[in-house]
């Protein structure tokens, strides 16, 4: 099966807010680097949100100041704190983790399993 497990998903207002969560109970997170991508129908899979290997956060144009990132390799979780959703951030969202000192897929689909090690994703639907 899958290594990830994302939860946190739903139906919400604009300007709303949703925490996904991410966690494994036989993947360890110690020494990979976290994050969480997205795709929407008829779109490409977009990361959304990374944490590298010194610490730093990355975060998509579209998200930046309303999501934030955070990993927690003790209790196996990684959240992404979604506020201010807009029906854009409509999409089923991905949590990923790589060996690498940071996330680099990019491609059409997701997941893609050649990439990074993936959950099987979790619907967000933002309404206006």
């Known amino acids: 099966g899958v290594p990830l497990v994302e939860s946190g998903g739903g139906s919400v207002q604009a300007g709303g807010s949703l925490t996904l969560s991410c966690t494994s109970s036989?993947?360890?997170?110690?020494?990979?680097?976290m994050g969480w991508y997205r795709q929407a129908p008829g779109h490409e899979c977009e990361l959304v949100s990374r944490?590298?290997?010194?610490?730093?956060?990355a975060f998509a144009d579209s998200v930046k100041g309303r999501f934030t990132i955070s990993q927690d390799n003790a209790k196996k979780t990684a959240t992404l704190q979604m506020n201010s959703l807009t029906p854009e951030d409509t999409a089923k969202y991905y949590c990923?983790?790589?060996?690498?000192?940071?996330?680099?897929?990019?491609?059409?689909?997701?997941?893609?399993?050649?990439?990074?090690?993936w959950g099987q994703g979790t619907q967000v639907t933002v309404s206006s």
């Open positions: 990923a983790a790589t060996n690498e000192p940071h996330l680099n897929y990019i491609g059409s689909e997701c997941p893609n399993w050649d990439f990074a090690y």
């Open positions: 036989e993947f360890t997170f110690d020494g990979r680097r």
């Open positions: 944490i590298s290997g010194d610490g730093s956060m």
